[in-house]
């Protein structure tokens, strides 16, 4: 059925790309740890907030607060001295530290009143003009120390949102480009690999059954970009090794052929030839759709989808996970139901209705008399 198949080839194509974008996912949160892409966008909004643009002042202090060094994460990185998460408490604690204890301050102060945090912030020279007018709008409003603790904490969370929009769009160039090396690596066209599912029933039965089997077991906790969020990256990897025996398939749809770019010279002749002329399994080898094309518009629509799987595999595996789920839905929905036999019941105890039998009244054979015996009379039959 038409309208099966196109079902079939859409459950396909959104089951390769969640594979691929767990793949792309992963590779990001790496490089993402790798180059400190978090803690290095963290530091920019703090410098924003602090109104420190040279990172020489009052953001020197903060980071080298001790409260702030034991938030930076231990792990592999190239700057591990930077945490990727503060919490608002933490900044308000260490901002108001700053405050009350200056480089001019002789020893430790503790907070005790309203009025000694805002005489020691017009004394303190770490902080610039624009911070310092921020905070003393939000002091004068307060009535007290933990109300000034509850407003800053809320400018800073108000800052934080714009910050976490700076990192998503950062990240997001940086997903699309690791799908575009993903989807070149792998081989990944979307117009092949949809002409190939569409023509091939058996290679699409098989992804949608590999499909059905992974909604089974679950997506794992993939990285979101969410600081507060531990991705599952041993999950993921047992999750890709689970589908390793569907891998034999997958890659009759993806990845290239030997040799990826064949010489089209010899390609030409092996179209040209017949059957008879070609040595066994060069047909095979030099006309193997995954290689490469060497016709100008074949070469131009390889390309184009090659750009739409990336495209695709940059929303991310809980995008096509979710979109997988929906679709294994509707098939099963729209698939038609077993034929009914000719008995016909309703089951009492869960609809309360009653059973009906459809029977077919067959008459009831004459008894044959035995050999010699006179047939019986009816009763009040007169012989």
């Known amino acids: 059925m038409f309208?099966?198949?196109?079902?079939?080839?859409?459950?396909?194509?959104?089951?390769?790309?969640?594979?691929?974008?767990?793949?792309?996912?992963?590779?990001?949160?790496l490089i993402s740890q790798i180059f400190a892409l978090?803690?290095?966008?963290?530091?920019r909004g703090i410098q924003t907030i602090l109104a420190d643009v040279n990172d020489t002042g009052l953001t020197k202090q903060f980071y080298e607060h001790p409260l702030i060094k034991s938030l930076a994460w231990q792990g592999f990185s190239l700057n591990r001295r930077m945490p990727s998460y503060?919490?608002?408490?933490?900044?308000?604690?260490?901002?108001?530290?700053?405050?009350?204890?200056?480089?001019?301050?002789?020893q430790f102060k503790t907070l005790t009143d309203m009025e000694a945090l805002v005489r020691d912030l017009k004394d303190n020279p770490l902080l610039s003009d624009d911070v310092r007018k921020q905070l003393n709008v939000l002091f004068d409003t307060a009535t007290d120390i933990y109300e000034a603790r509850l407003l800053v904490?809320?400018?800073?969370?108000?800052?934080?949102?714009?910050?976490?929009?700076?990192?998503?769009?950062?990240?997001?160039?940086?997903?699309?480009?690791i799908s575009l090396v993903v989807a070149l690596v792998a081989n990944a066209d979307s117009i092949f690999l949809f002409n190939?599912?569409?023509?091939?029933?058996?290679?699409?039965?098989?992804?949608?059954?590999?499909?059905?089997?992974?909604?089974?077991?679950?997506?794992?906790?993939?990285?979101?970009?969410?600081?507060?969020?531990?991705?599952?990256?041993?999950?993921?990897?047992?999750?890709?090794?689970?589908?390793?025996?569907e891998f034999s398939d997958l890659f009759q749809v993806i990845g290239?052929?030997?040799?990826?770019?064949?010489?089209?010279?010899?390609?030409?002749?092996?179209?040209?030839?017949?059957?008879?002329?070609?040595?066994?399994?060069?047909q095979t080898q030099l006309l193997d759709p995954r290689a490469f094309p060497c016709n100008p518009t074949l070469q131009i629509t390889r390309i184009i989808g090659w750009l739409l799987?990336?495209?695709?595999?940059?929303?991310?595996?809980?995008?096509?996970?979710?979109?997988?789920?929906?679709?294994?839905?509707?098939?099963?929905?729209?698939?038609?139901k077993a034929p009914s036999g000719t008995a016909e019941k309703k089951d009492s105890d869960g609809g309360g209705g009653n059973v009906t039998l459809s029977v077919?009244?067959?008459?009831?054979?004459?008894?044959?008399?035995?050999?010699?015996?006179?047939?019986?009379?009816?009763?009040?039959?007169?012989?």
């Open 153 to 177: 904490e809320n400018w800073f969370n108000d800052t934080m949102s714009r910050i976490s929009g700076w990192y998503k769009r950062r990240i997001q160039i940086v997903t699309l480009l």
């Open 38 to 43: 978090r803690s290095s966008n963290l530091r």
């Open 256 to 282: 290239w052929a030997s040799p990826a770019f064949p010489d089209c010279t010899k390609v030409e002749l092996v179209q040209n030839s017949s059957a008879e002329q070609l040595v066994e399994g060069e």
């Open 360 to 383: 077919q009244a067959v008459p009831a054979p004459t008894p044959t008399p035995p050999t010699g015996t006179p047939p019986t009379q009816p009763p009040g039959t007169v012989g």
């Open 309 to 336: 799987t990336a495209i695709a595999i940059s929303l991310g595996a809980p995008f096509w996970f979710d979109m997988l789920n929906k679709l294994v839905n509707l098939r099963t929905s729209t698939q038609p």
């Open 3 to 29: 309208g099966s198949t196109i079902l079939e080839v859409a459950i396909g194509l959104a089951f390769l790309y969640m594979i691929l974008s767990l793949i792309v996912t992963s590779l990001t949160e």
């Open 86 to 106: 503060i919490p608002s408490h933490s900044f308000v604690m260490v901002l108001f530290d700053l405050i009350r204890n200056g480089p001019n301050s002789p």
């Open 196 to 245: 190939r599912l569409n023509a091939d029933a058996n290679t699409r039965q098989v992804l949608v059954a590999s499909a059905e089997r992974a909604l089974q077991d679950g997506l794992p906790q993939v990285p979101t970009g969410d600081p507060e969020r531990t991705p599952d990256v041993e999950g993921t990897v047992n999750f890709i090794a689970g589908l390793q025996s």
